[in-house]
């Protein structure tokens, strides 16, 4: 078993729409949580950083930690043709990230 | 990209050739790391280190080395390329301690023939 699973999609949705990506992760340890966003041949960039259990809002993103369940979630809300691209989920234990293999979002104009 | 750079952006070579790639930091940070994105694998660590000389595996370090001489450079040499290498390679860095985030470089893109 991986320890971070993520749905790969890819995912399509219209513009406008609310968006919600999640992962699932398998070691109840892990405290802190991360959302990379990347951009086609660029490197990922941090979007949302989350520690514990809750949620973390940032304009149109939120990031929500659910440690019962080992389930991290991120919610696109107005979604824009400018957030096409991969999300990935990581996870931080032991000083290194674990990451998910991303979800590739386009947005529909 | 955090005043992370990457060197070379692209390269092709043939299968048996040693490779170095070189990431180059100016934000001071104890940690760099080399990570390969492969599709359906996403990013897994190669190697990181957590000081000048201090280097550790990751999770998919056979075929490949690192040194860390200067605390602004981390190279990753492939003693002999082959084609499973084929990749985009990303450099990483933080300030270290559990939880901190880390910030990437540009990446490479590396074709081994």
């Known amino acids: 078993q991986k320890e971070v699973e993520q749905d790969p999609g890819p995912l399509s949705v219209p513009e406008g729409a609310i968006v919600s990506l999640n992962c699932t992760y398998s070691n109840s340890a892990f405290q802190y949580f991360m959302w990379y966003r990347q951009y086609s041949r660029k490197g990922p960039e941090l979007l949302m950083y989350?520690?514990?259990?809750g949620n973390k809002e940032d304009g149109r993103f939120t990031a929500q930690v659910d440690k019962s369940s080992k389930y991290i979630s991120l919610f696109i809300r107005d979604s824009q043709p400018s957030d096409s691209a991969t999300y990935l989920c990581a996870v931080s234990g032991n000083e290194k990230l674990t990451f998910g293999t991303g979800t590739r979002l386009t947005i529909i104009p | 990209d955090a005043g992370i750079t990457q060197s070379p952006r692209h390269k092709v070579t043939e299968t048996g050739t040693p490779v170095t790639l070189r990431c180059h930091q100016t934000e001071n940070h104890r940690y760099m790391y080399w990570y390969r994105q492969d599709p359906g694998h996403g990013l897994r660590l190669i190697h990181y280190?957590?000081?000048?000389?201090?280097?550790d595996k990751g999770e998919v370090s056979d075929g490949y080395s690192v040194s860390r001489s200067k605390t602004e450079d981390f190279l990753l040499t492939l003693e002999s390329a082959t084609s499973s290498q084929t990749s985009v390679y990303f450099c990483?860095?933080?300030?270290?301690?559990?939880?901190?985030?880390?910030?990437f470089g540009p990446g490479t893109r590396l074709t081994v023939l």
């Open positions: 280190s957590y000081g000048v000389k201090d280097t």
């Open positions: 989350t520690y514990s259990s």
């Open positions: 990483a860095i933080s300030e270290g301690g559990e939880g901190d985030t880390q910030y």
